[in-house]
């Protein structure tokens, strides 16, 4: 069974300018998370999506950060315009259902720069 | 008062010892654990949920205490690649609001 594929794997840009992340998640998953995980910290959720909904977007920060799911397969989160403390591991995830212990599985990552 | 809260480390331990992690939570809504297990520069991935009785697979045990909102891993007979950072979570009965702690380094040395 394939795992979760996140593109690209690494990204350098300067400050202020925009940024794609995107994500497939393992087939039939309906729940797909987005987190950020900063150097020694533990990952941070911005976003949760059951099927094409969200679901939890509490710490998105929305003014800078948009995500969609448009046809409740794969995912993509813009940064629009990029600070240097976005600089982080941004992690996707998905899950069968959103149950009450439903493994997560991650997909490698994407680890942005931001100069 | 930070959401979840976990053993600073590093834990530094030699082969065959037994070493413990601790993890506190804020949230007493809070109805679903786990523990989720780090490498170097890799993405978690899910060593054991915590279930209220408390859980076992083979060296690992979880042990959870609603009433004081605290959760333990226990790791015998410790192996070199047991070393990773080991992530406290919880979320709520719905399987939303996941929160991680910011994690216990493990160094298992020969």
């Known amino acids: 069974e394939a795992g979760v594929a996140q593109s690209p794997r690494y990204k350098i840009i300067e400050k202020r300018q925009s940024v794609a992340f995107w994500c497939n998640p393992i087939s039939g998953h309906a729940t797909l998370y987005w987190y950020q995980q900063i150097l020694g910290q533990g990952p941070k959720l911005l976003i949760q999506?059951?099927?094409?909904?969200?679901?939890?977007d509490s710490q998105l920060p929305k003014d800078r950060f948009s995500a969609e799911r448009l046809k409740g397969v794969d995912s993509t989160l813009k940064i629009q315009p990029a600070k240097l403390e976005d600089s982080a591991v941004y992690l996707c995830?998905?899950?069968?259902?959103?149950?009450?212990?439903?493994?997560?599985?991650f997909g490698p990552g994407t680890r942005l720069t931001v100069l | 008062r930070k959401e979840v809260e976990q053993d600073p480390g590093p834990f530094n331990v030699p082969e065959g010892a037994t070493v413990a992690f601790n993890c506190t939570y804020s949230n007493s809504a809070s109805q679903s654990f786990f523990w989720y297990r780090q490498d170097c520069r890799k993405e978690p991935k899910l060593l054991m949920s915590?279930?209220?009785s408390g859980n076992e697979d083979g060296r690992f045990t979880a042990q959870l205490n609603r009433a004081s909102q605290y959760i333990s891993l226990l790791i015998r007979d410790s192996k070199l690649s047991d070393s990773a950072t080991y992530l406290c979570v919880v979320a709520d009965n719905y399987g939303q609001n996941f929160v991680f702690g910011p994690g216990t380094r493990l160094s298992v040395l020969p």
């Open positions: 915590v279930y209220s």
């Open positions: 999506f059951q099927n094409n909904g969200v679901v939890d």
């Open positions: 995830a998905s899950s069968s259902l959103a149950g009450f212990y439903n493994e997560q599985f």
